[in-house]
């Protein structure tokens, strides 16, 4: 579903996910993008755009496309809520606390959004096929490779994904393995060991890992271009302002 002439303002619009996000809402007929921004812009005004470097200068607008860094995301989408904006998460780092303080405040102000651990659909659908795999398969590893510039380790999708797998399951068998290497083993999330991978040539891939007597199934995605993930963006963008929740993850939107 469409909504058409939204506006649309952009936190974090300098970086790289933000230069897509802007270029892609430059191509959609129903949607302006009105304001960006970014700590360390240049302050511009043309036309009906204004980047600044002063949150409390951004415009009124219908969407806020937050793509920013962990340390400053909570902060962000309090401010956007409370200022009238439905929210569209692409930062990670939230916790699950934060996450709850969020949803409560949304639902307060009547104010839906969403909050994406990843946008890309391949990433969606790797999610949504290890927890049905989980129901058969309750030992399992997750192995995310990134780019060396993310700022946050585990990703927000592996951890995403692990509470996905975990919800599914019975207790697996626990390893007897010891680290002769302190973290060698990955860390925990609800007793699933997550690795994390940071090199250059990278841009974001998972792989999760199931074992079981005689048998192996791997599930794996990979993003080779951020403009994978400007799907979801655009999905979003459609749907954002006809939630009534702050909503967690892209598959509970799709159609």
Aim: overall charge negative; hydrophobic content about 40%.
């Amino acid at each position: 579903m469409n909504n058409p002439n939204k506006t649309v303002v952009i936190a974090g619009i300098t970086g790289a996910m933000g230069q897509q996000a802007a270029e892609l809402i430059g191509t959609l007929t129903d949607f302006t993008l009105v304001g960006g921004f970014a700590p360390h812009a240049t302050p511009q005004a043309k036309s009906n755009l204004l980047i600044t470097n002063k949150i409390e200068e951004l415009p009124p607008a219908d969407i806020w496309i937050d793509f920013t860094v962990p340390s400053v995301v909570f902060k962000n989408i309090r401010y956007a809520i409370s200022h009238g904006y439905h929210p569209i998460v692409g930062t990670t780092g939230l916790t699950a606390q934060e996450v709850l303080e969020l949803q409560e405040m949304a639902l307060h102000d009547h104010r839906g959004g969403l909050i994406a651990p990843n946008f890309g659909l391949s990433a969606v659908l790797l999610m949504k096929f290890a927890k049905e795999a989980a129901q058969y398969f309750p030992d399992v590893e997750i192995i995310e490779m990134h780019h060396p510039g993310k700022k946050d380790a585990p990703s927000g999708t592996a951890i995403a994904t692990a509470n996905a797998i975990n919800a599914n399951r019975d207790p697996s068998s626990p390893s007897n393995s010891t680290e002769t290497i302190a973290g060698v083993r990955g860390g925990q999330v609800n007793g699933i060991p997550i690795h994390s991978v940071r090199l250059p040539g990278y841009v974001a891939h998972e792989q999760v890992l199931f074992g079981a007597p005689g048998e192996a199934l791997t599930i794996r995605q990979d993003s080779f271009d951020r403009k994978s993930f400007m799907a979801g963006v655009k999905l979003a963008c459609q749907k954002v302002t006809t939630l009534q929740s702050l909503v967690v993850g892209l598959e509970n939107i799709l159609d």
